[in-house]
């Protein structure tokens, strides 16, 4: 069985295209039934296009206010059959409507350690402050920003010096990486939330043991294929 998702998207979409990669492989059980994006003619849409995935642009600049903006792409990812929502560099806060239809079901992948840099521009954030780690991290969504309880983060060397979009992209690579492996733990029904601690139970894959990594540090650790 693999577990049906939607995909909302707002630019580039290149962890879509980790999703993809590793779903077209048959390493990541799930099925992207729908992809959404917020704005017009982004690359994400081309990405999705190009694997014959079912995309549609839904602006938010066409609805009076979120809530009837989150009951639209609600609607149509129930029509496409969507169990779970994974935010893909989705520009947008999501509401309760959207959180009531997919409960624990919504995954948000963000580019800094939080609870550290919250919100937009967190790896300019980050340089600025002059932080000595940065990072990644996936967790789920709840109705405040960048908040809900973490399921898996990366770490890597924040160098002297360093300009914010080489430490994006950094960090980029990292996101390729742990996003994937987060679906496939919820894909297989393995994350259990306790309180804000999130419990990833033991599975059939091992630990990965290719090393291909810059020096990071990954947590919980990655497991084979990812």
Not at 100 to 114: D, E, M, Q, S, T
Not at 147 to 170: F, S, Y
Request: charged share 20%.
């Amino acid at each position: 069985m693999t577990l049906p998702i939607g995909v909302l998207i707002s630019g580039s979409g290149s962890n879509l295209q980790a999703l993809i990669d590793r779903m077209e492989v048959g390493v990541l059980d799930v099925t992207i039934q729908a992809v959404i994006s917020n704005v017009p003619g982004v690359k994400g849409l081309e990405r999705a296009a190009n694997h014959g995935i079912f995309s549609q642009t839904l602006s938010h600049r066409n609805y009076p206010d979120r809530a009837s903006y989150d009951r639209i792409v609600v609607r149509v990812l129930r029509d496409a059959g969507v169990q779970a929502v994974v935010l893909a560099g989705f520009m947008r806060l999501v509401g309760p409507e959207l959180l009531a239809a997919f409960p624990g079901r919504v995954l948000n992948i963000h580019p800094a350690l939080l609870p550290s840099f919250p919100g937009l521009h967190a790896q300019e954030q980050a340089a600025a402050y002059g932080v000595r780690l940065a990072g990644c991290t996936v967790h789920f969504v709840d109705e405040e920003v960048d908040h809900g309880p973490i399921i898996i983060q990366a770490a890597v060397p924040a160098l002297p010096g360093e300009e914010a979009d080489a430490l994006g992209d950094r960090i980029l690579a990292l996101e390729h990486r742990i996003f994937p492996q987060a679906v496939q733990w919820l894909a297989e029904d393995r994350l259990e939330v306790q309180g804000r601690q999130v419990v990833v139970r033991p599975g059939e894959r091992l630990l990965a043991t290719r090393n291909d990594l810059p020096p990071c540090l990954v947590f919980p650790p990655l497991e084979e294929g990812f």
